[in-house]
Nanobody, 125 residues
Framework: QLQLVESGGGLVQPGGSLRLSCAAS????????IGWFRRAPGKEREGVSC????????NYADSVKGRFTISRDNAKNTVYLQMNSLKPEDTAVYYC??????????????????WGQGTQVTVSS
């Protein structure tokens, strides 16, 4: 059964760090572009970062550049999002998603076919 499971969210103070994990089952992550998205209360879903299937090219939203890092561990079939220097405006539910075959990075949400259930990140003092 194809599945994406996010973990690693939680409550952190401003300036703190978290590492989100996106564990895949039922398929190999390295054949697909994987994206991280987030939705804050009352806001539209936002693309945060992605990693391309073939060459590992990465992309980041301007709001997280220099603070977030996406990576992939093919042996563990898991994609990570390392989040440093967190700000209150990073508070959201974070989702990972698998792109359709051949999807580039970046790509809009409509280019992603499977989504995880999300993990809550709250940045607050």
């Amino acid at each position: 059964q194809l599945q994406l499971v996010e973990s690693g969210g939680g409550l952190v103070q401003p300036g703190g760090s978290l590492r989100l994990s996106c564990a895949a089952s039922g398929f190999s992550l390295d054949y697909y572009t994987i994206g991280w998205f987030r939705r804050a209360p009352g806001k539209e879903r936002e693309g945060v970062s992605c990693i391309h299937s073939s060459d590992g090219t990465t992309n980041y939203a301007d709001s997280v550049k220099g603070r977030f890092t996406i990576s992939r561990d093919n042996a563990k079939n898991t994609v990570y999002l390392q989040m440093n220097s967190l700000k209150p405006e990073d508070t959201a539910v974070y989702y990972c998603a698998r792109g359709w075959v051949g999807v580039l990075c970046p790509a809009p949400p409509s280019a992603y076919s499977y989504w995880g259930q999300g993990t809550q990140v709250t940045v607050s003092s």
